[in-house]
């Protein structure tokens, strides 16, 4: 099966700094690679995707960028706010077959100091 | 709220009881999936439904889970003789359909603690 990376486990930064987090995959045959952020106590929340045939994907102040002969993909937050303090997964899918299950890495913790 | 809907959001159990959760996904989506997710962790799947069918069980579902999407609308996870080991959060994603389409919508979750 499919086995995601994820790193930084934790990280902190000012508001206003950036912030990126990266994962690697195993399966070549994954295409599908969403974001989730996680508030205490709530579900994960899909914040952006990307699938393989895009190289980057901009949305407001996240992007993620995909590398897919390195098999590695990133989240790129700007002008962080203290409201994006969360915890991160990314995970990886077929979304081609009919199954659809997410392989989720480990998770970042960021929190982000005023 | 159109979103996901998981119930109860929490409970307590005493070892050897049985529990049951319920999902509600969003409507028309005609694909459920549901995960365990312990502290520290990201989510892992568990099993998935298409509709009514059950097409996939991780091996994580002993024998002692079972799941039912009987009119292929909401769906149920019994914990059948809980283990202090199943204390995790389970939570329950919803998907439309269409190929190639594998945005998945999760709820609140369940947090289950057995005593």
């Known amino acids: 099966g499919e086995n995601v990376e994820q790193h930084p486990s934790t990280l902190s930064v000012q508001e206003g700094d950036s912030a990126v987090i990266k994962c690697t995959y195993s399966d070549s045959a994954s295409n599908y690679f969403p974001w989730y952020k996680q508030e205490l106590g709530k579900g994960p929340q899909l914040i952006i995707d990307?699938?393989?045939?895009?190289g980057e994907k901009k949305d407001q102040r996240i992007a993620v960028t995909l590398n897919k002969t390195a098999k590695h993909f990133s989240l790129h937050i700007t002008e962080t706010q203290p409201e994006d303090s969360a915890v991160y997964f990314c995970a990886a899918s077929d979304r081609g077959s009919t199954l659809g299950r997410l392989y989720f890495g480990r998770g970042t913790q960021l929190t982000v100091w005023p | 709220d159109t979103g996901v809907s998981q119930n109860p959001r929490h409970k307590i159990t005493k070892r050897g009881q049985n529990v049951t959760f319920r999902c509600d996904p969003i409507?028309?989506?005609?694909?459920l999936y549901w995960y365990r997710q312990t502290l520290g962790q990201g989510p892992e799947f568990l099993t998935y439904f298409q509709n009514e069918a059950q097409l996939e069980k991780s091996r994580l579902l002993s024998d002692r889970f079972s799941a039912e999407r009987p009119k292929g609308s909401f769906s149920t996870l019994e914990i059948q003789r809980t283990e202090q080991g199943d204390s995790a959060m389970y939570l329950c994603a919803s998907s439309p359909p269409g190929t190639g389409n594998n945005e998945q919508f999760f709820g609140p979750g369940t947090r289950l603690t057995v005593l």
């Open positions: 990307i699938r393989s045939n895009v």
């Open positions: 409507s028309e989506h005609n694909r």
